[in-house]
C-alpha cells in the first residue's frame, strides 16, 4: 500500500509540475520572430526554424530557450519560431508532421539537421557548434 501512495504521490507531482509550466510559460512564451517567412531560410547566415505552437506544452517548454538563443546568436545565427497553428501554410511548406519541430540550414540554404520534439539548449548550442557558429 505504501508502494502505491508512493507512486501516486511522485505521479502528482510530475502532473502538477507539467501543469505549472504550461502555466508559466504561456505567460512568457516568446513572441514570433519578425521575418518575412518567404525570406527563410535567412541567405548566408546558418538559420533554425522552430515550427510549433504558443499552446504546445513541449513548444511552450521550449520557449525561454530560443529567447536565449537568439539573443545569444544574435547576428551569427537566425533563430525563429512559426507557429504552425496560426500559419498552417508553413506546416506544409515544411513538411512538419509533429511539433514541435526544428530544422537547421547552412548559410547557403542547405536542410543540414531536422528534429522531431523537445530540444534543449544544449542541443541546440552542438547542433549551431557542429555548423561553424560560436
Keep these: 500500500m505504501k508502494r502505491i501512495k ?3 504521490s511522485k505521479l502528482l507531482k510530475l ?3 507539467v501543469l505549472l509550466i504550461s502555466l508559466l510559460s504561456g505567460l512568457t512564451c ?3 520572430s519578425h521575418v518575412d517567412l518567404d525570406q527563410l ?8 526554424i522552430d515550427l510549433g505552437a504558443k499552446k504546445c506544452v513541449p513548444c511552450k517548454m521550449m520557449a525561454p530557450i530560443l529567447e536565449k538563443m537568439e539573443k545569444q546568436y544574435e547576428g551569427k545565427a537566425a533563430i525563429v519560431f512559426i507557429d504552425v ?5 508553413q506546416a506544409t511548406k515544411y513538411d512538419v508532421r509533429v511539433i514541435p519541430t526544428q530544422i537547421f540550414y547552412d548559410v547557403n540554404g542547405k536542410e543540414t539537421y531536422r528534429h522531431v520534439g523537445f530540444l534543449s539548449e544544449k542541443a541546440i548550442v552542438g ?8
Design 30 to 32: 516568446s513572441a514570433e
Design 127 to 134: 547542433i549551431l557548434q557542429s555548423m561553424g557558429v560560436n
Design 85 to 89: 497553428w496560426e500559419n498552417k501554410d
Design 6 to 8: 508512493r507512486t501516486n
Design 15 to 17: 502532473i502538477l509540475t
Design 41 to 48: 531560410p535567412i541567405e548566408g547566415m546558418v538559420t533554425m
